[in-house]
């Protein structure tokens, strides 16, 4: 039995959980660092609710727009050690690549979300627990990464052939 499509498949699996769980709090700590006068975690520690919405919401944006770095098209690989590394260093490489562009295009859209509502400011009313605002934000945050992974899958389609 040839045993190199399920040490690829599990090897992914490990590479998937381990960066995924990296890029997910690497989007939250800059998520933080791009708040003005937001200290998340602390928000986080006294029960802030909204915070925790919109926090969530950036979780699952940014789960949603790596998916398609994951998907490899491992079917037509001749798996060997050395491929089995290169697979996974462009699985690498896509994750980094897939989070920086989820967290720069959800803080952008956030950033114009914010320039287009001038009457209210969001920053302030999630800071005050406004649950109805950190709604609306998350639902910013969720249609902007639904967007981007369909851009991210057709980008990701079109490099993966040449790196194989």
């Known amino acids: ?27 939250v700590v800059l998520f933080d660092r791009a708040t003005r006068g937001i200290d998340e975690w602390e928000e986080l520690r006294k029960g802030n609710a909204a915070i925790g919405i919109v926090l969530g919401a950036m979780i699952v944006a940014v789960a949603w727009v790596l998916r398609p770095a994951l998907r490899m098209p491992v079917d037509r690989w001749d798996v060997g050690t050395s491929r089995l590394i290169v697979a996974l260093g ?21 950033w ?19 649950i109805a605002v950190a709604c609306l934000l998350a639902g910013v945050i969720i249609a902007v990464a639904l967007l981007i992974g369909v851009a991210l899958e057709g980008l990701f389609a079109l490099v993966t052939p040449f790196l194989f």
């Open 1 to 27: 039995m040839d045993w190199g499509y399920p040490i690829l498949m599990f090897a992914q699996l490990l590479v998937a959980v381990l960066l995924g769980v990296v890029a997910i709090y690497m989007s």
């Open 90 to 110: 462009v699985q690498a490489i896509q994750l980094l690549l897939g989070l920086a562009l989820a967290v720069i295009a959800i803080l952008f859209s956030l």
């Open 112 to 130: 114009m979300f914010d320039r287009l509502t001038a009457r209210l400011d969001e920053w302030s009313e999630l800071k005050d627990g406004n």
